[in-house]
C-alpha cells in the first residue's frame, strides 16, 4: 500500500501576528513545526504501513526551509520526501496550492491513499486535502477518526461529526484528511534522527511538474483577502450538566436574576 | 553549562526531552497514584531506539556510551523517577549479559532486548542479602545438565513485567563469595514465580516484586561466565550502572529547579513575586550550584568509562553518592521554595521528593558508597609507600 501524507510547515505557535498592510502571516523568528493535525496523518500512515507493507512518502509545498518538516516527517519514519519549492510557487492561495500539489502527485504516480491533516493551524482553511481530491479526480472524506478496514481496492472509515460519526465506504485510491482522535503520534526514532540529518532534499520545480505557469503562485490565485479580523469575542458562556429538569430549572433561574424574563 | 556534547548526544537529549513532555508528563501523577507499570511509556521509549542504546551494533543496538545513555536517563528523570528507574534496570539486568555473556547469548538475548520485545530485571537483593551480598541464600544445584534454583529474590525493579533476568545464586556454599554464580531465567520457566507488588513511598509507576524459585530447572547453558563467578559479575554490573544512579539524581533535582522557578515566578506576596526575595533566589542559587556539580561529576565518570578506563569502582561510587544526596536536598528545598502548593499533589515537586529517596538507598546505600570510596583511599594510600 503506497501512500503520500501532505504535511505543512507551520510556525510553531497559536497567536500568530499579521501584516497589516499584506494581510499576511509574519513567519520571521517563529520556529516552524510541522502541522500538529499532519503528525497524526503521517502516523497512520506508518500504521497502515506496518500493518500492509508498501511505502510512505511525505509531500509538501514550500520554501527551501519546508525541508525541515520533511527530515522531521523521516525521523517518524516515512519512506520518501517531495518538497515542492519553486518561486514560481510563491503568494499559493490554497486552490493555486492544490494544482502545485496535485501535479506533484501526479509526478510521483504510485499509491492507494493520500492523507492529510484535517486542516493547519496557521490558516485553518482545510481547504488543500478536498481540492487536491477535485483536482485529482479522487473521492475525498473529511474528518476521519478511524480507518477499519482495507482490502480489494477499498476502505471503510468513521467520520467524526458534530453528534456521532457517519461509516463510509470508498473506493480506493482516495483522498483522506484526519482528526487528533484518530491516533497517538509516536515520537521520532534515534535511527530515524540520524537519517534524516544526512538527508539532502532535492525540491522539485514548477517545470519538474510540467505545471502550467498561469495557475500557479499568486497569479494562480482567485482568493482577494481584503481584510483580517479577529472575530468578535463571544459573551461569557456556562455549560449546565445534570437532569433536564434541574437544568431548565437553572436556566429560568438566571434568566429572571437578569431580568430578561 | 555546556558540556560539549555531540551533535549525536544533543540528538538523544532531544529525543528523550521529547518523550518526558509528549508521554510521560500528562500521565505520570496517574502512573504513581495508583502504582501503574508505565507500559505506553515503555513503548515509545522503544520506538524512539532508546531501549538500544548501550547495545552493540552487531546485536541490534546503537553501540553508544555511558554518557549517551546516561543523557538519556537524566531526561527522563526530569519528568518521572519511576519511568527512568523502569528504564535503567532494563540495562542493570542486561550488563551482566553484556559483560559476561558468551556470543550465543548475547545473540540469543540482547537483539531482542534493544528492541524492546523484551524487558529485563536483575536479581541479587534476599531478605538478608542487600548491601551484604555474602548473605544470598537463593541456591542453584547442579543435575545432570540442568541447574536447579531455590529461594526467593526480594525487591527486585522490573520483576514480573520483565521477560528476561539474570539472577545470582549460590552453586557452592563452602566457597564463601567464590561459591556464587550469575544466571540468566526466562520468565515463564516452571518452577520461576512472582511474589507480591510492593507498595512503595516512590518510584511508584516501577513495578517491585519477589522472584521465587522453587525448583526451577533451566539448562546448564544459562550460566553466565563460569561457575563460582557470580560476585564479580554483581559487583562489575553494579560498578557500570552505579554511575547511571547518579544522572537520576541530576534528572530528578533538575526536574524539582524547573518545577519551583517556574512557580516563584508567578507567586506573589507581600505585593511582588516570591522571585524578589533574597531568600528564594539564594535557595534557587544553591539548588542549581549542586545540581551543576553533581552533572559535572556524573558526566565526567560517564567520559571516564567511555575512555575505555577499567577500575570506575570509586569513581562511579562517587557519582552515584553525590548526585542523589543533591538529588534528595534539592527536591525537598523544591518542596520549600513552593511552601503549601509544593506540599500537594496537584504539583510535581512533593512526587520528586518521595521518588529521589530511594536513590540514596538502592544499587548500594550511600552508606555502602561511602565505605567503597573509603577503602579504595586507602587502599591506594597504602600502594602508594
Known amino acids: ?261 | 553549562m555546556d558540556y560539549i556534547l555531540t551533535e549525536e548526544q544533543l540528538m538523544i537529549r532531544d529525543l528523550a526531552r521529547q518523550i518526558a513532555v509528549e508521554k510521560i508528563v500528562p500521565v505520570r501523577a496517574e502512573l504513581d497514584e495508583h502504582n501503574k507499570f508505565p507500559t505506553d511509556v515503555m513503548k515509545a521509549i522503544a520506538q524512539a531506539d532508546l531501549l538500544g542504546l548501550y547495545i552493540p551494533e552487531q546485536y541490534g543496538g546503537l553501540g553508544k556510551g555511558s554518557l549517551d545513555f546516561y543523557i538519556a536517563i537524566e531526561e527522563l528523570s526530569k519528568a518521572c523517577l519511576g519511568v527512568s528507574t523502569t528504564y535503567a534496570a532494563n540495562a542493570l539486568g542486561t550488563y551482566p549479559l553484556l559483560l559476561f555473556g558468551t556470543d550465543e547469548q548475547k545473540k540469543k538475548y540482547l537483539p531482542d532486548i534493544a528492541s524492546g520485545k523484551k524487558y529485563v530485571a536483575f536479581g541479587l537483593t534476599e531478605a538478608n542479602a542487600g548491601s551484604d551480598a555474602s548473605g544470598i541464600q537463593t541456591t542453584a544445584r547442579l543435575e545432570g545438565n540442568e541447574y536447579v534454583l531455590n529461594g526467593t529474590k526480594q525487591w527486585i525493579t522490573n520483576g514480573g513485567e520483565a521477560d528476561v533476568y539474570t539472577v545470582i545464586a549460590i552453586t557452592d556454599k563452602s566457597k564463601g563469595p567464590r561459591g556464587a554464580s550469575a544466571f540468566v531465567v526466562d520468565k515463564g520457566t516452571p518452577g520461576f514465580t512472582f511474589g507480591k507488588k510492593e507498595n512503595k513511598m516512590g518510584i511508584r509507576a516501577s513495578s517491585t516484586t519477589e522472584l521465587i524459585f522453587n525448583n526451577c530447572r533451566i539448562p546448564k547453558d544459562n550460566i553466565i561466565a563460569k561457575q563460582g563467578m557470580g560476585f564479580i559479575v554483581a559487583m562489575k554490573t553494579l560498578d557500570s550502572s552505579r554511575a547511571g544512579v547518579g544522572s537520576q539524581g541530576v534528572g530528578v533535582a533538575q526536574g524539582a529547579i524547573d518545577e519551583a522557578i517556574k512557580f516563584a515566578r508567578g507567586r506573589v506576596q507581600f505585593g511582588q513575586p516570591v522571585t524578589s526575595f533574597q531568600a528564594i533566589q539564594h535557595m534557587l542559587a544553591d539548588m542549581q550550584t549542586q545540581t551543576e556539580a553533581a552533572r559535572a561529576l556524573v558526566y565526567s565518570v560517564a567520559r571516564m568509562i567511555d575512555s575505555g578506563a577499567k577500575d570506575f569502582s570509586r569513581a562511579s561510587a562517587m557519582a552515584k553518592l553525590f548526585a542523589t544526596d543533591v538529588a534528595m536536598k534539592v527536591t525537598t528545598d523544591a518542596v520549600q521554595v513552593m511552601g503549601g502548593s509544593g506540599y500537594m499533589k496537584e504539583y510535581p515537586v512533593e512526587k520528586m521528593m518521595r521518588d529521589a529517596k530511594i536513590l540514596q538507598i538502592y544499587e548500594g546505600t550511600n552508606q555502602i558508597q561511602r565505605t567503597v570510596i573509603g577503602l579504595d583511599m586507602i587502599k591506594e594510600a597504602s600502594k602508594a609507600k
Open chain 1, 1 to 261: 500500500m503506497n501512500i503520500i501524507v501532505l504535511v505543512k510547515q507551520v510556525p510553531d505557535t497559536s497567536e500568530v501576528k499579521i501584516n497589516r498592510e499584506t494581510n499576511t502571516l509574519i513567519r520571521d523568528g517563529v520556529p516552524s513545526i510541522i502541522n500538529p493535525y499532519d503528525r497524526y496523518a503521517i502516523e497512520e500512515a506508518l500504521r497502515l504501513r506496518e500493518k500492509h507493507g508498501g511505502k510512505v512518502t511525505a509531500l509538501t509545498m514550500g520554501p527551501p526551509q519546508a525541508a525541515e518538516a520533511l527530515k522531521e516527517a523521516v525521523s517518524l519514519g516515512v519512506d520518501d520526501v517531495v518538497l515542492l519549492s519553486d518561486r514560481a510557487f510563491a503568494g499559493a492561495d490554497t486552490w493555486a496550492t492544490s494544482y502545485a500539489i496535485s501535479m506533484g502527485i501526479r509526478k510521483i504516480g504510485q499509491y492507494d491513499l493520500i492523507i492529510a491533516g484535517k486542516q493547519a493551524i496557521d490558516g485553518d482553511t482545510a481547504q488543500v486535502g478536498p481540492e487536491t481530491a477535485d483536482m485529482l479526480g479522487l473521492p475525498f472524506i473529511a474528518y476521519i477518526r478511524k480507518i477499519e478496514k482495507v482490502e480489494n481496492n477499498t476502505m471503510v472509515v468513521e467520520r467524526l461529526m458534530d453528534e456521532g460519526y457517519d461509516v463510509v465506504e470508498t473506493a480506493l485510491p482516495c483522498v483522506i484528511t484526519v482528526v487528533k482522535e484518530i491516533n497517538e503520534p509516536r515520537v521520532p526514532s534515534l535511527k530515524g534522527k540520524m537519517k534524516a540529518k544526512s538527508l539532502k532534499v532535492a525540491p522539485w520545480s514548477a517545470k519538474d511538474i510540467a505545471a502550467d505557469e498561469s495557475k500557479l503562485g499568486l497569479k494562480g490565485s482567485p482568493t482577494q483577502v481584503v481584510r483580517i479580523f479577529p472575530p468578535a469575542p463571544r459573551g461569557q458562556r456556562e455549560m449546565l450538566s445534570g437532569p433536564l429538569e434541574e437544568q431548565a430549572a437553572a436556566v429560568v433561574k438566571k434568566l429572571k436574576e437578569q431580568s430578561l424574563i
